[in-house]
């Protein structure tokens, strides 16, 4: 009866998976907001219905293709940061940025359905959080890994922040424990810019300007090590 059980359980991750794969290659012929379940199944060679079994709308597959993506990436930058000596936190912090591009890069879909155009209609369920700041945590495991052993030090130039952004930085600081709030607030205008240039690059917007983008990159996420503190 277990072994059935087993059994059936592995025939339906299989099909999910091949549903999941067909979807990801939809994405990239017709966007996320021209997936369709009917399509999908007639590419797998499955009647409409029987595919409803497995996602029971277009929204549920949506909802997978995220957590997957969410998954791949934020697993790339934990393996990044875990492939550097902890003490260089500089180091990490560029590996980790260079992993988010790197993945961008070889899955432009993916990361354009998880940081592009929001999806008419859809709104992502609680189940996408964990998953969405996986990497996240790793920015925020550096920070404050460099906070903790003494190695930061922020340079003077930027103004406090406003006290209006204290409780913004109090959600954000569980993410980086023990974190001061100019820092914190640091740190997010890091991350931004992390996800700008590489949305940039990859939607276009360094077309016919900039040439050398892997250069840009590097020397910009430098950039944001030194807002940081982080010793460059």
């Given at each position: 009866?277990n072994?059935?059980?087993t059994a059936?359980?592995?025939?339906?991750?299989?099909?999910?998976?091949e549903i999941t794969?067909?979807?990801?290659?939809?994405?990239?012929?017709?966007?996320a907001?021209g997936?369709?379940?009917?399509?999908?199944?007639?590419?797998?060679?499955?009647?409409?219905s029987?595919?409803?079994?497995?996602?029971?709308?277009?929204?549920?597959l949506l909802t997978?293709?995220?957590?997957?993506?969410?998954?791949?990436?934020?697993?790339?930058?934990?393996?990044a940061?875990?492939?550097?000596?902890?003490?260089?936190?500089?180091?990490?912090?560029?590996?980790?940025?260079r992993?988010?591009?790197?993945?961008?890069?070889?899955?432009?879909?993916e990361?354009?359905?998880?940081?592009?155009?929001?999806?008419?209609?859809?709104?992502?369920?609680?189940?996408?959080?964990?998953?969405?700041i996986r990497?996240?945590?790793?920015?925020?495991?550096?920070?404050?890994d460099?906070?903790?052993?003494?190695r930061?030090s922020?340079?003077?130039?930027c103004?406090?922040?406003?006290?209006?952004?204290?409780?913004?930085?109090e959600?954000?600081?569980?993410?980086?424990?023990d974190v001061?709030?100019?820092?914190?607030?640091?740190?997010?205008a890091a991350w931004?810019?992390?996800f700008g240039?590489?949305?940039?690059?990859?939607?276009?917007?360094?077309?016919?300007?900039?040439?050398h983008r892997?250069e840009l990159?590097?020397h910009?996420m430098t950039c944001?090590?030194a807002l940081?503190?982080?010793?460059?």
């Amino acid at each position: 009866m277990n072994v059935s059980r087993t059994a059936r359980e592995r025939v339906r991750a299989e099909l999910i998976r091949e549903i999941t794969d067909i979807a990801r290659r939809h994405l990239a012929t017709e966007g996320a907001s021209g997936l369709s379940l009917r399509a999908v199944a007639r590419d797998m060679g499955m009647v409409s219905s029987a595919i409803y079994r497995y996602f029971p709308s277009r929204d549920d597959l949506l909802t997978a293709l995220i957590i997957d993506g969410y998954n791949a990436l934020g697993e790339a930058v934990e393996d990044a940061d875990a492939a550097c000596p902890r003490e260089d936190v500089t180091g990490r912090w560029l590996a980790v940025c260079r992993a988010v591009r790197e993945w961008a890069l070889a899955h432009p879909h993916e990361y354009a359905l998880l940081y592009g155009s929001p999806v008419p209609g859809y709104r992502a369920p609680l189940d996408t959080v964990a998953p969405a700041i996986r990497d996240t945590a790793v920015y925020g495991r550096i920070v404050a890994d460099a906070h903790r052993e003494g190695r930061l030090s922020p340079p003077a130039f930027c103004p406090p922040p406003p006290a209006v952004l204290a409780g913004d930085a109090e959600v954000v600081r569980t993410l980086m424990p023990d974190v001061p709030d100019d820092v914190v607030t640091r740190a997010i205008a890091a991350w931004t810019c992390l996800f700008g240039m590489v949305s940039f690059e990859l939607f276009g917007q360094f077309e016919n300007t900039i040439t050398h983008r892997a250069e840009l990159f590097d020397h910009n996420m430098t950039c944001m090590a030194a807002l940081l503190g982080l010793p460059v």
